[in-house]
């Protein structure tokens, strides 16, 4: 059956099925938690939302070094689960905390803080973790797929929340997300052990990775390939904020009560989804393999400056969810799954410790410039059109990187990238 819709061989369908697995309990774990973040991120003044976006750049600072010391030391198999445990105790904290009710205000914005680093790390961890196993001509052929698990997951979450928020309480919906969390982690073992036995993998791709702390850094400002990969992930992040601050007043100005506010959210999230599963498991793999990553990446900042220029004109909320739909389900089908194969042609030290920087460093930078951009476009008195009508240039120069990014990856190999020189001997 599966065979129908993938270009799989036999012996990578259970690793497949099994990825799709873990991306699924992933990002349905965060569904979860996202639509509980957003209404936090409301129920105070929207005002507040640039400090906030600080913070979480102030926090990803210092995580990522942190992961960038365990991967030097410690074994993928060994890292990624011990890292998703960790985010797991901090939810069981956090649930034990807004039960109680223990400084409401000031609890209620460490979790918005703590769920952007959360989210940014665990999926860059996944996809690292995949760019590992699978080597690069599975990715054009599998990830669509295995990328098609984490939209199904941000499916049911949301829908969840959506049935449940009022009636359960937003609060005990945290307990469902750490049981998705802790059966992703048992899923890195599983897939370790089939690297090992079936593709065959030497001992230095299941080992530590060695290198520096701030290696990841280095590889970057030196690599203009990595660069450039990082100058894409800005662009993304910073249309999205626009988007996001759009979002987030129109929505507080429709819904009343915390549960009416997260459960609109979560709808909004619900049809995002839906229609990005479509295209995951229907067009993703042969849009790549047929067309090549050029096109796929193209796509969506294509409807990025199309959709910020008709919210320009008509900023109401059927058309941002419309905006927002077509936007996501064209990034998370075409352009996040070409990301992650260019990724497949580094090696590992730039594969975990550049792209964790990329991920969520620079992606976060950009959330924290651009909330402080629009806080003050919005004071000197620039409406949702002119805001929208900014937003524009961005999204043409997302999609000169991206056509910059596809013809890289034509004119260059794996051992090409792996083996060119950098300062001080080490390679890229």
Not at 126 to 139: E, K, L, N, T
Request: hydrophobic share 55%.
């Amino acid at each position: 059956m599966l065979k129908r819709f993938v270009d799989v061989r036999d012996e990578e369908v259970g690793a497949v099925l099994g990825s799709f697995v873990y991306f699924f309990t992933l990002m349905c774990g965060y569904a979860i938690l996202r639509p509980i973040r957003n209404e936090m991120g409301t129920a105070g003044d929207v005002k507040h939302l640039p400090w906030l976006f600080t913070v979480t750049f102030v926090v990803m600072l210092l995580a990522v070094p942190a992961f960038s010391a365990l991967v030097s030391r410690y074994p993928r198999r060994v890292v990624v689960p011990r890292v998703y445990r960790f985010f797991l105790v901090n939810l069981l904290v956090f649930f034990v905390l807004l039960k109680l009710g223990v400084a409401k205000e000031g609890v209620a914005r460490a979790f918005f803080v703590w769920l952007s680093v959360y989210n940014l790390f665990v999926v860059s961890i996944f996809w690292s973790f995949m760019a590992d196993v699978f080597a690069s001509d599975q990715g054009k052929r599998l990830f669509g797929f295995i990328a098609a698990g984490g939209t199904t997951g941000m499916i049911v979450g949301p829908f969840l929340v959506g049935r449940l928020a009022e009636p359960v309480g937003p609060v005990n919906l945290i307990l469902l997300s750490a049981v998705m969390l802790e059966v992703s982690a048992q899923c890195v073992r599983r897939l370790s052990g089939w690297a090992r036995d079936v593709q065959h993998q030497p001992a230095t791709r299941e080992g530590p990775v060695g290198g520096g702390m701030l290696a990841g850094l280095r590889l970057l400002v030196t690599s203009p390939f990595l660069l450039a990969l990082g100058l894409q992930v800005l662009l993304y992040a910073a249309t999205s904020t626009f988007l996001y601050y759009q979002e987030v007043q129109l929505v507080a100005g429709m819904a009343k009560g915390a549960a009416a506010r997260t459960a609109a959210f979560a709808d909004i999230d619900f049809w995002v989804q839906v229609l990005t599963l479509g295209l995951q498991t229907l067009v993703t793999g042969r849009i790549i393999s047929r067309l090549g990553l050029g096109v796929a990446m193209a796509v969506p900042p294509v409807l990025t400056m199309l959709g910020f220029g008709a919210l320009a004109f008509a900023p109401v909320l059927g058309v941002l969810i419309g905006v927002k739909a077509l936007r996501s389900a064209s990034h998370y089908a075409l352009e996040r799954p070409s990301r992650e194969i260019l990724f497949t042609t580094v090696d590992r030290e730039a594969r975990y410790k550049s792209k964790s920087f990329i991920d969520t460093v620079v992606y976060r930078g950009s959330d924290t410039v651009s909330a402080w951009l629009q806080g003050g476009l919005t004071a000197m008195g620039l409406g949702m059109m002119g805001l929208s009508l900014v937003a524009v240039p961005l999204a043409a120069l997302w999609l000169a990187v991206s056509l910059f990014l596809a013809r890289q990856q034509r004119e260059r190999t794996p051992e090409v990238i792996a083996q060119k020189p950098l300062p001080g001997g080490t390679t890229a």
